[in-house]
């Protein structure tokens, strides 16, 4: 069975960066469309940033575009999340969850993914 674990959340102030890494086991992550999403206090979980498992073609939310960058090491079996240009208003709950299947899309849709792992903290504020 699949499992996540992600680390690399921490707190910073605005302006700067963190990269999140979603270390995988119990299966290779090849099969796997991937995905960050997060959660703020009081506030629905969204999606933040998606890759496919065919192509690496890749999906941002509008509020991130131009500043966060997904990628993939499948060797590694491991998924990354470069967040720079932080804003206060990224500070969440980050999650990376995992969806079985060979696709070329990277949508977001929360309910497509299945594997889910604890989350990890991001503070940013001055």
């Known amino acids: 069975q699949l499992q996540l674990v992600e680390s690399g959340g921490g707190s910073v102030q605005p302006g700067g960066s963190l990269r999140l890494s979603c270390a995988a086991s119990g299966s290779t992550l090849d099969f796997y469309r991937m995905g960050w999403f997060r959660q703020a206090p009081g506030k629905a979980r969204e999606g933040v940033s998606c890759i496919s498992s065919v192509g690496d073609n890749t999906h941002y939310a509008d509020s991130v575009k131009g500043r966060f960058t997904i990628s993939r090491d499948n060797a590694a079996n491991t998924v990354y999340l470069q967040m720079n240009s932080l804003k206060p208003e990224d500070t969440a709950i980050y999650y990376c969850?995992?969806?079985?299947?060979?696709?070329?899309?990277?949508?977001?849709?929360?309910?497509?993914?299945?594997?889910w792992g604890q989350g990890t903290q991001v503070t940013v504020s001055s």
């Open positions: 969850a995992a969806d079985l299947g060979l696709t070329l899309q990277a949508t977001c849709g929360l309910y497509e993914y299945s594997s």
